[in-house]
């Protein structure tokens, strides 16, 4: 059993940016791939980013390429994604998500662990 907690959303402006952090419980979070979500009212929950076990395999929306950035530390059971150049269309709760597979997708549906979700508003 894993247990994920987020923590770093807020209310920033257009243009601004944000760190979220996803805690992970567990000695095996180093063999986990993560993903990021985010799910905005009245919408699909839609992916985000994801990372690999190590690091060194990473996957973007094209709606955030260039923009955010997910990297992890596995001594620390922590996965992190800065948002850079935030725009309102970002506005939403941002969840993390675990895979015991060392492998990334971007499906909701091959996620087995869920965070509560933290929200994020950028204003205009």
């Known amino acids: 059993q894993v247990q994920l907690v987020e923590s770093g959303g807020g209310l920033v402006q257009a243009g601004g940016s944000l760190r979220l952090s996803c805690a992970a419980s567990?000695?095996?979070?180093?063999?986990?791939?993560m993903g990021w979500f985010r799910q905005a009212p009245g919408k699909e929950r839609e992916f985000v980013s994801a990372?690999?076990?190590?690091?060194?395999?990473?996957r973007y929306a094209d709606s955030v390429q260039g923009r955010f950035t997910i990297s992890r530390d596995n001594s620390k059971n922590t996965v992190y994604l800065q948002m850079n150049s935030l725009k309102p269309e970002d506005t939403a709760v941002y969840s993390c998500?675990?895979?015991?597979?060392?492998?990334?997708?971007?499906?909701?549906?091959?996620?087995?662990?869920w965070g509560q979700g933290t929200q994020v508003t950028v204003s205009s």
């Open positions: 990372i690999n076990w190590s690091g060194g395999v990473t």
């Open positions: 998500a675990a895979r015991p597979y060392t492998t990334i997708i971007t499906s909701v549906t091959g996620y087995n662990y």
């Open positions: 567990g000695r095996t979070f180093g063999t986990y791939a």
